[in-house]
């Protein structure tokens, strides 16, 4: 089939957009959560609210979304009011989230290895869920989105690049082995989305 006559990308219906947001922000939260269990680093927004809970002791669902505010400004410049409302609603959830989870679930033992590996891959099929339907999770998703519309470059690709550079300012922060854990978490949640969030390779509109 050729590109003239190829049909267009259906679009997503509404009630589509609301339930991918909804599972979306549900595996990120829970992947940050075995995080937190583990004491382990996520990248991008969410590993510099991690990184400050550690530090300073306060919630993360407070400093996530507080972290996200001045991004919704690039946001609604490149990337449209529809979009930084969609990414609004999906900060906020797993805000909320995060917070309900932590109260719902306990682990009597977690294996640090298996939590970077499983929370990397619960993270990462979250933002992609969030990605196919036009939704970031604020800050570094918002440009890493904005970068691959505008220039072909792939945003699980870019944000591996930012999330080694977080987690390497995490040093001081964790204990060395939990660091290693973390970066090994970043390349899970990363090439998950390299591998499966190629431009021209899905077609669903929202």
Avoid: C
Avoid at 33 to 50: H, M, N, P, Q
């Amino acid at each position: 089939m050729t590109a003239e006559t190829a049909s267009p990308p259906e679009r997503h219906s509404v009630y589509e957009d609301v339930i991918a947001i909804v599972v979306g922000t549900m595996f990120v939260a829970l992947g940050v959560v075995i995080y937190t269990k583990a004491v382990l680093l996520a990248g991008s927004t969410a590993g510099l609210a991690l990184l400050l809970q550690y530090a300073t002791g306060i919630g993360f669902w407070w400093l996530f979304f507080a972290i996200n505010l001045p991004f919704y400004v690039l946001a609604v410049r490149k990337l449209g009011w529809a979009f930084t409302l969609r990414t609004f609603a999906a900060v906020t959830l797993v805000s909320i989230l995060t917070r309900l989870t932590s109260g719902l679930i306990a682990f009597s033992h977690l294996d640090p290895l298996y939590a970077a590996v499983m929370g990397g891959a619960l993270s990462g099929t979250g933002l992609l869920i969030l990605f196919r339907h036009r939704t970031g999770l604020g800050g570094i998703n918002v440009l890493a989105i904005y970068l691959q519309d505008r220039f072909g470059l792939r945003a699980g690709y870019f944000q591996l690049g930012v999330d080694l550079a977080i987690l390497a300012a995490a040093f001081f922060v964790i204990p060395a082995d939990r660091l290693a854990l973390s970066v090994l978490g970043a390349v899970v949640v990363n090439m998950t989305l390299a591998i499966n969030h190629r431009p021209g390779r899905y077609f669903g509109v929202t």
